[in-house]
């Protein structure tokens, strides 16, 4: 069984990954490793974030999502409650189990309304007070953005 092919595939395999390869790939995670930990022990500023704007509107939602996609929102300012087939309703349903998940691990309620903001610049932000959860709305695609937008520009109707 140890006949010269055998020993052939033992080198060969030896060399599937090259040691220069290994040792750039150990070169590149350290150089991360580093770049980071001056970052963290710098306080370097986070870059990757929205700046600070004004929030030119606001609603106080409830949004009750279903696994099917569907979803019901209820507008605290009076508005008629909003019911989205799972068609229209799919990512606000999506957003709503990640709300939940976040609340859960607070051991917060999941029914407990959340913000709708749009801020100056007009990117719209899901804000949950309770857990310090926010989600930038506009990283999710035109199509999600308008759903939330619709959100926003429910109508309010003025009981008798």
Not at 8 to 14: G, M, P, T
Not at 47 to 75: H, N, T, Y
């Amino acid at each position: 069984m140890n006949g010269p092919a055998v020993h052939e595939l033992i080198e060969r395999d030896k060399e599937m990954i090259p040691r220069v390869l290994l040792r750039a790939m150990l070169a590149l995670v350290l150089i991360c490793l580093a770049i980071v930990a001056a970052a963290r022990l710098t306080d370097r500023p986070l870059e990757a974030q929205f700046p600070d704007m004004p929030i030119l509107e606001e609603r106080s939602i409830q949004i009750f999502g279903k696994m099917d996609g569907s979803a019901v929102v209820s507008f605290a300012d009076g508005a008629p409650d909003l019911v989205l087939s799972a068609q229209e309703g799919g990512f606000v349903s999506g957003m709503t189990r990640a709300l939940g998940h976040e609340r859960g691990l607070s051991g917060i309620a999941a029914t407990e309304p959340v913000r709708l903001v749009r801020y100056a610049d007009g990117r719209l932000a899901l804000i949950d007070d309770l857990t310090g959860w926010e989600a930038q709305i506009i990283g999710f695609g035109k199509d999600n953005t308008a759903a939330f937008e619709r959100l926003m520009k429910t109508p309010v109707t003025r009981g008798e």
